[in-house]
């Protein structure tokens, strides 16, 4: 069983910053991604920013520019530099992991943290 315990979040207002972070812990082989999505009242959960470990990332357009996301691998921790922030950028933010343990390949959720960008 794999565990991420998400930090950060909080209340901002427009043009501030915030930085998340997220650390997986338990039974891992191997971390193949791990990245940030969020999700809005009423609205569906949407990709913000993914790491895929050896290969690259990938940001959702609306945050291009704006968000930055950092791994530290061997303490399987990403973090989430969040600047410029907007009103529209409130959601709850979860991490996600793609992680293999031993030899089974699974997917995982954080509980989720809130971001408030104040107007």
């Known amino acids: 069983q794999v565990q991420l315990a998400e930090s950060g979040g909080g209340l901002v207002q427009a043009g501030g910053s915030l930085r998340l972070s997220c650390v997986a812990s338990g039974v891992i082989f191997r971390i193949n991604a791990m990245g940030w999505y969020r999700q809005a009242p009423g609205k569906q959960r949407e990709l913000v920013a993914l790491?895929?470990?050896?290969?690259?990332?990938n940001y959702a357009d609306s945050v291009k520019g704006r968000f930055t996301i950092s791994e530290m691998n061997l303490k399987n921790t990403v973090d989430l530099q969040m600047s410029s922030l907007k009103p529209e950028d409130t959601a709850v933010y979860y991490c996600n992991a793609d992680v293999t343990s031993l030899s089974r390949r699974s997917e995982y959720w954080g509980q989720g943290t809130q971001v408030t960008v104040s107007s």
């Open positions: 790491i895929k470990f050896g290969t690259g990332t």
